[in-house]
Every structure is written in structure tokens, then in C-alpha cells.
């Protein structure tokens, strides 16, 4: 009891005003939308869906597919032929010992369908371990168009099975990133991603204009950030907002734009649908969950920042979910992330309806994960 | 198959050095790939064996030799309680040696270094790690105690659980012909010593202190009128601080090892950062070792 006091009213001093009012506003609006729905259904906000559909809520893109007969059709025949593909594959392997796993993502050809995490691979500190471009693709730490500091450390703090980041993007800037590790990457064969972040929209575009003509094969647009004040997440958690930034980014990128989505949302169907109708040519999902640890000695968050994003094994049924519910209810890729520490869970998160796999966390605890990742899939495949 | 860089070593000696309010303990390793790189100021992550433990555990290199690792331990939570559950013949996953230690830090070695891991860079590596650390080890090796100037003083401070790490350095230090003389030991310790024998092998001048006695490491300088040479410093920020002051009241270099809470070890998540006059720069690559005018404590 005394405890709580403690650490709430001194959470609110630590914080900083900002950082306190985004935790603020995200609790307040998730015990409004939980409270609203259980007088509504005199039960979750997830079985709210439940009840209206009658059924589960997997089930509730169903029955909207159901409305509309040309949307059933799409996302049968999606899965259908991810299905084909999939046996296409596995046929393969028995008769033949150089095995294609390459996949085709918005027209651009990856060796295999893993990728890094935003933020948990660096070219030459991860490349030190393992030859990259054995992956389908990397993708690069979120770049904005000026250094930015991060916040203060601690920026980390470990969770049961996962972890807390608050790292607040971090980074040299756009111009560092074009200059000292594109050059490393020219003559190299892999396919490059490269994560933006911004604190406006004109951010987000001075970095996607300056991305133009480079080496980079793919924009991975960061809309979800926990961390940073401004920006970031503010885009990642309001559909109109996402979708009239992913309309302007279109507009000027000449690579393809995937899209990073927020789980700290309370309909994630809706953020992908709204992105996908303002232009986006592929999802990624899902970025961290907003979580916090205390110190149990001073009562005191143990990160500086208060509060930071959980990753790890923890959210993978987090992602699983997600990424089920929202490939049913969009017609472009998805690429998936989110806890993925085996080969087994790269697999379930491709029957989850993800084109290709994010290993992100599993790489902090073993630098070589991605590649032993890559190879426990092939089993599956 | 790409090798991981994280291996289970056999645990050869395990030892409790101390049991009141503070347990410390001590774990020898057959490590002998480690060992032999080993340069002081150095650490290495340590792996739980539990998943529900994702993250390393950063522990300073104390002693290498013979193919043997030591690190003392201290218990402060769940993992070095774990690790302390680690008995001779019992395994340990570990990664390392990382990072940039007391004699390497911002020498030529370092810049070697750096231009050797960016010709690797240029094309890519198809079976990593392993050879190219050990080129950068050899290269570090063969001229990281060059550059020390036989004149001076070498004060080397450790202060709790920054003691261990001063171990290897008045080692590394006397075998590349410093004179036992010329190598200072200044200890701090909140109650109980421990792990100090081992620094009157190498030197007399070797000083104990200890909070029960109300003296701390700052006192000892001041008595011993410590006040010519380069300083060498491990232990908790006020520590550090406070040597910093030392140090600057009489214009000595000062380097220090610095603590952070990590995500990687080796450089992936910039979750380790220091603020420095250039920048932030990332505790378990471009340190643990920083020169103490340049970070902001
Ligand atoms: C470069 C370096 C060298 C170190 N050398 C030694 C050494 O030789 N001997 C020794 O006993 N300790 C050393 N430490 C401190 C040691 O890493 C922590 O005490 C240890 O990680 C605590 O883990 P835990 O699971 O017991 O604590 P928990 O609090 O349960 O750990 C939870 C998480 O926080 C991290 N953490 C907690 N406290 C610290 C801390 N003080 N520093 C860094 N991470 C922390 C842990 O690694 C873990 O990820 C060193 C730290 C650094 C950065
Ligand atoms: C230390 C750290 C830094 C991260 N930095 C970024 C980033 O810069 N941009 C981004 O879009 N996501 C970032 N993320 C989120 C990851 O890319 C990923 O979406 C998330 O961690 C879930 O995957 P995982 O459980 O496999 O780590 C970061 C995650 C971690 C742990
Ligand atoms: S701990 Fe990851 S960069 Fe230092």
C-alpha cells in the first residue's frame, strides 16, 4: 500500500510531463474502452466482438468478409494460395537438396522469409557474427532526419521471458545513415529495409525523400514507437492519423512502404485497414507493448524514461493474434514479428497469415538467432 | 550451421569468498580461447540456462590464465544468485571477451582494430566470428602494453564489486615490465574484504579499506599522497566520482569502468549509453573503460 504511493507519485515526478501524459492518456482510454464494453457485454472488450458476431472475434472478420462476398473471396484465396505455397514448397524438399525458400514481398525477391527487428540488428556489431546476407532481408535501426539522443539509462530492464526498451530512437540521423552504412551494403546481396522515424509528418517524409535513389529496397515506416514524446506511437494509434501520413509517404517514396503497426490499440483491424486504404503496400506488426517494472528497493521505475516497450518470447501470443486477425482482413503482406525465438514460432506465425518473420529480442540474447532461426524454419517448411 | 558465439564452459572451482549481508563468490572456467584474449578491463556476458531469463549478465573478467576464467561475483538478484548454484564440473554459457579495457582504450590498437573489422566489413563473412576476433585480439595483444611509459605510476582502484577487475590489470601490468613498485593497489570494501590476495603477489603497496573502519579509497589517496601517474577505477558511481575530483584536483589521467544495464553486450540495441563530450557512446563496445574527462558521471 505504502509502496504504491510511492512509486506512483514519484513515477509522475521521474517521468517528465510528457512521457507521464502519454502513459496517462493510454490508461485512461484503455479503462475507458474495457469499462465501456463491460457495461455494454458484462464482459471484455474481446468478448464484446464475441457476442456481436456470435462467435470468436477471428470469426468477426469472417462475417464482415461475409457482407461483402468480394472480400470473402480475397482473403479465402489469400489463404489458399499461401496454403499451395506452402505444399508447393514442402514437395520440393524431397526432391530436390538446394531448397528455394525465396519469397516475393511487394515485388521485391527475399532469399528466404526472415528478416531482423528494427533496433536489435546493426551491420557491423551483428555482422561480426553472422553473414547477413544469408537472411531474406535486413532491416536497419529507425533512422530520423536529424540525430536524436534517445532518452536517458537506464533504457533497459529484463521481464519474465521478454524485456523493456526504452531506448527513444536513438540515432545518428538520415545523412550518417546514407553516408557510413549504406556504403557497406552497396556490393552486398541482400535485400536492405530501412526503418523511419519522425516526430511530424515532415519528418517521416524528409527521411522517405532523402531514402530516394539509395541503396535501401524497402521503407518500414515506424509509427509505433512507446518511446519518443512525440510522434511515433501518436501516429501508430489513431487510424485517420496513420492513414493520412501513409498517403503522404506514397506519395513521395519510389520503394516500397510497409507500414508498422501498434499492439497498444484496442482494434488492431481497423489501423491495418485504414493504412491499407490509404496506399500502404505491406504491414509490419507488431512493434512493443508499453509496459513497466519497478525497482523494489526505492519503489521507482527502474527505467529512466518510466516506461518502455515489451518484447520477447512474452508477446508472441500477443502477435499471433494480431497478426491472424488482421491478415484475414487486409489484402497485402505482413511482415511478422514479435517474439519469435524458434524456428517453430517463425512457422506459426507464417500459418498465423504472415508473409515473412522479424527476429528481433532472440537476437540480443544469442547474436546468431536470425540465421539459427532461418534454419530450424527450413525444417518446417 | 553458423557457430553462435555463446559456448558452455565447464566450471572447474567454485568458491564463496564471502557470506554476511554481501555474498560474493568465485567461479573458475575452462575457458581457454576466452582466457587467452582476455585483456584487462574486459567483460563477458553470461547466459542463464532458463528462458524465462532472456538477457545477459555482464561480468568483468578477473583473471586469465592458462586457459582458465575467473570472475567473482557478487549476488545481487535472481541471475548471480542462480549463477552461484554453478558448481565445479557444472556448465556456463558465455560470450566474450567484450568490449574495450583499460589499456586499449583510444591507444592505436583500438584504431587497428576498427579498420580491421571494416575491411572484413567490405566483404561479406561467410563463416564469422571466431577468426576475425581472434585477429583483432592478436593485433590488440601485440601492442596494447606497448604504449605505456615506464616512468609512470600506475594507481589501480577497485572498489566493492570493482575490485576483481584490477586483479588482471596489476597482472598484465607487472608481466609487460612495470615495476612491483610502480603499481599501486588502492581497495575499497563495504565490509569484509575479498579477492585480495592476489595484489600482494604483485605489489606491496597494497591498500585496504573499509566503510566499518569509516575510510574509503579517496582517504587512501590522500594519505598515501597518491597524487602523481594515471589512475585506474572500478566501483560504484560515487566512487568514481569522488576519484574523479582526485584526479582532476591534481591533473591525473583517469580511467574508469563504467556500470549499465544491457540488453546485448556487444553493441546491437544501444541500450547502454554513456553521454560523453563526443556523444553518446555505447558502454559495452566503446567500454566498459572510458577516460573519465571524457564522460559525463
Ligand atoms: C561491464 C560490467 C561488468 C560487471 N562486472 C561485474 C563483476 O565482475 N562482478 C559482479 O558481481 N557484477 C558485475 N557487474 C554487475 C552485474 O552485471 C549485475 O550485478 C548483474 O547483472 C545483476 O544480475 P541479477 O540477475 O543478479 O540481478 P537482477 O536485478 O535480477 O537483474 C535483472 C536485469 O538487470 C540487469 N542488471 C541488474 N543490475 C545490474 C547492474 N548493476 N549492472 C548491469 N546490469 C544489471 C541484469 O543483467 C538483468 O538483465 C558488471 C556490470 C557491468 C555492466
Ligand atoms: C532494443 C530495441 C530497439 C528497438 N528499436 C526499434 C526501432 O528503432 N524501430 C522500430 O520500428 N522498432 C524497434 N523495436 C521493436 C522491434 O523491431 C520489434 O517490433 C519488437 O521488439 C517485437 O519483436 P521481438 O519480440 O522479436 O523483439 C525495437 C525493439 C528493441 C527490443
Ligand atoms: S547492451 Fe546492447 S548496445 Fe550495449
Redesign the interface.
Known amino acids: 500500500m505504502r509502496m504504491d504511493n510511492v512509486a506512483s507519485s514519484q513515477t509522475r515526478n521521474q517521468a517528465g510531463s510528457q512521457a507521464q501524459s502519454q502513459t496517462d492518456s493510454q490508461a485512461s482510454s484503455e479503462t475507458r474502452n474495457l469499462a465501456s464494453s463491460k457495461t455494454q457485454n458484462q464482459t471484455s472488450s474481446l468478448a464484446s466482438i464475441q457476442t456481436r458476431n456470435q462467435t470468436s472475434s477471428l470469426a468477426s472478420s469472417e462475417t464482415r468478409n461475409q457482407a461483402s462476398s468480394k472480400t470473402q473471396n480475397r482473403a479465402s484465396s489469400k489463404t489458399q494460395n499461401r496454403a499451395n505455397s506452402l505444399t508447393t514448397i514442402h514437395d520440393n524438399d524431397i526432391t530436390t537438396s538446394h531448397k528455394d525458400r525465396s519469397i516475393e514481398i511487394c515485388g521485391v525477391r527475399w532469399k528466404n522469409p526472415i528478416t531482423t527487428a528494427a533496433g536489435t540488428f546493426a551491420i557491423r556489431e551483428s555482422g561480426k557474427y553472422y553473414d547477413y546476407t544469408k537472411l531474406g532481408s535486413i532491416t536497419t535501426k529507425g533512422v530520423a532526419p536529424q540525430a536524436w539522443e534517445g532518452n536517458p539509462t537506464p533504457r533497459i530492464a529484463e521481464t519474465p521471458s521478454g524485456m523493456l526498451n526504452a531506448v527513444g530512437l536513438e540515432n545518428p540521423g538520415v545523412d550518417a545513415y546514407i553516408k557510413n552504412d549504406l556504403p557497406i551494403l552497396e556490393n552486398q546481396d541482400v535485400v536492405v529495409i530501412a526503418n523511419v522515424a519522425g516526430h511530424s509528418e515532415d519528418e517521416y517524409i524528409d527521411v522517405v525523400k532523402k531514402l530516394r535513389g539509395t541503396r535501401v529496397d524497402m521503407l518500414e515506416i515506424n509509427i509505433s514507437c512507446p518511446n519518443v514524446s512525440c510522434g511515433g506511437i501518436a501516429f501508430g494509434t489513431d487510424a485517420e492519423t496513420a492513414a493520412r501520413l501513409t498517403a503522404k509517404i506514397k506519395k513521395v517514396a519510389d520503394k516500397p512502404v510497409i507500414i508498422k503497426l501498434s499492439p497498444n490499440v484496442t482494434d488492431i483491424v481497423s489501423m491495418a485497414q485504414a493504412v491499407e486504404a490509404a496506399g500502404a503496400d505491406c504491414i509490419s506488426m507488431i512493434n512493443t507493448l508499453l509496459g513497466m517494472r519497478l525497482n523494489l528497493k526505492t519503489g521507482l521505475p527502474i527505467l529512466a524514461n518510466a516506461t518502455g516497450g515489451l518484447s520477447g518470447p512474452a508477446i508472441l501470443p500477443v502477435a499471433i493474434r494480431m497478426i491472424y486477425q488482421v491478415s484475414r482482413a487486409v489484402d497485402i503482406p505482413i511482415i511478422g514479428m514479435g517474439g519469435v525465438s524458434t524456428g517453430a514460432d517463425a512457422y506459426e506465425m507464417l500459418l498465423a497469415g504472415a508473409q515473412a518473420v522479424a527476429v528481433g529480442t532472440a537476437a540480443l540474447s544469442d547474436p546468431v538467432a536470425p540465421i539459427r532461426i532461418l534454419e530450424e524454419l527450413e525444417g518446417y517448411l | ?6 559456448k558452455k564452459y565447464r566450471v572447474l572451482a567454485d568458491k564463496t569468498l564471502i557470506h554476511g549481508d554481501e555474498i560474493v563468490y568465485l567461479l573458475k572456467i575452462d575457458a581457454k580461447d576466452i582466457a587467452d584474449s582476455a585483456r584487462p578491463g574486459q567483460f563477458v556476458n553470461v ?1 542463464m540456462d532458463d ?6 549478465r555482464p561480468i568483468s573478467i578477473a583473471d586469465a590464465e592458462d586457459g582458465v576464467l575467473t570472475l567473482v561475483i557478487g549476488i545481487r538478484g535472481k541471475g548471480t544468485a542462480y549463477l552461484h548454484t554453478k558448481k565445479s564440473g557444472d556448465y556456463v554459457r558465455i ?1 566474450g571477451p567484450l568490449g574495450t579495457g583499460f589499456l586499449d582504450a583510444g591507444d592505436v590498437s583500438h584504431e587497428l582494430v576498427d579498420s580491421v ?2 575491411v ?3 566483404s ?6 571466431v577468426t ?2 581472434s585477429v583483432r585480439a592478436d593485433l590488440r595483444d601485440a601492442s596494447h602494453t606497448e604504449h605505456l611509459d615506464p616512468a609512470t605510476k600506475h594507481i589501480l582502484i577497485g572498489g566493492g564489486i570493482g575490485v576483481p577487475p584490477m586483479r588482471l590489470l596489476a597482472k598484465t601490468l607487472a608481466k609487460s615490465g612495470v615495476k612491483p613498485d610502480d603499481i599501486c593497489v588502492v581497495l575499497g570494501y563495504r565490509d569484509e574484504p575479498f579477492y585480495e590476495n592476489g595484489f600482494y603477489e604483485i605489489t606491496d603497496l597494497v591498500y585496504e579499506t573499509s566503510d566499518r573502519d569509516n575510510r574509503n579509497v579517496v582517504d587512501a589517496l590522500n594519505d598515501e599522497k597518491l597524487t602523481s601517474g594515471i589512475i585506474y577505477a572500478c566501483g560504484p558511481t560515487p566512487m568514481l566520482k569522488a576519484v574523479k575530483s582526485y584526479a582532476q584536483l591534481h591533473e591525473m589521467k583517469l580511467l574508469i569502468s563504467l556500470e ?5 553486450g ?9 553521454k560523453t563530450t563526443a ?2 557512446k555505447k558502454v559495452c ?1 566503446d567500454g566498459p573503460v572510458f577516460d573519465a574527462s571524457e564522460v559525463v558521471l
Open positions: 550451421m553458423e557457430q553462435s558465439p555463446i547466459y528462458s524465462s531469463k532472456l538477457l545477459p560470450m573489422s571494416s572484413n566489413l567490405d561479406p563473412i561467410a563463416s564469422v566470428d576475425n576476433l549499465e544495464r544491457m540488453g546485448c556487444y553493441g546491437a540495441c544501444v541500450g547502454c549509453t554513456v556523444g553518446k563496445k
